[in-house]
């Protein structure tokens, strides 16, 4: 039933694009080829993004759609390469920041406690941690609709980038896992300042 409905709003939405390129009065040949152009590369690239609420999608498609539609005025090559790297963006598989070669902040705030749990992670003082860890998703998992465990354990452990970790828990975002991963490293530097081991961390960014 919910592929039904996912499919006719699918359906829906294609046909709204449509309508409005119509009313703009771009050419027909012109809607299709944008149409198209988005679809192939969005679809190839086997990992499309998606907003939970239909509603927030239909209108990012249609403002994407009539920025589309506003360039084909000026040239519709462009308009068409526009095309093809907002539809390359919305898979996750690109991210503008790279253009200007921007460090990952995000991942690199995270890299001391990375470093240290990679270097302690079979001693008792992160095994105690874990507990923690635990603990936060018992107090806090409904709230936040995070699990902070499977977060901790696909970062730290398993070494995902944040683009894997929202593929592999109900995170919608590179925001959402931020928070994630801050409430656990604001606990982590909590539980190292009680065991008076936040030393430690800091030997890491001097190392």
Known sequence: ???????L????????????????KVPVQQIIFLLIIFMVVRKNQNNP????????????????????????YVNPIVAMIGAGFAALVVTGNADVKDVFMFNNDDESKYREM????????NKDIVKEYEIIVKNLNERYKSRY??????VFVLKFYEKK???????????????????ALDIISMSFNT????????NEIDDEKTG
């Open 1 to 7: 039933m919910k592929n039904i409905k996912s499919r």
């Open 161 to 179: 980038t944040f683009k894997q970790i929202i593929e592999e828990t109900n995170l919608n975002d590179n925001k959402e896992v931020t928070k």
């Open 191 to 198: 539980f190292m300042q009680v065991k008076n081991k936040l």
């Open 114 to 121: 990375t470093k240290f749990i990679e270097n302690n992670k």
């Open 9 to 24: 709003f699918n359906i829906f939405e294609f046909i709204f694009v449509i309508i409005i390129g119509l009313f703009m």
């Open 49 to 72: 993004m998606h907003y939970k609420s239909p509603y927030l999608c239909l209108f990012w498609t249609t403002l994407v759609f009539i920025s589309f539609y506003i360039l084909t």
């Open 145 to 150: 609709k995070i699990d902070f465990y499977k």
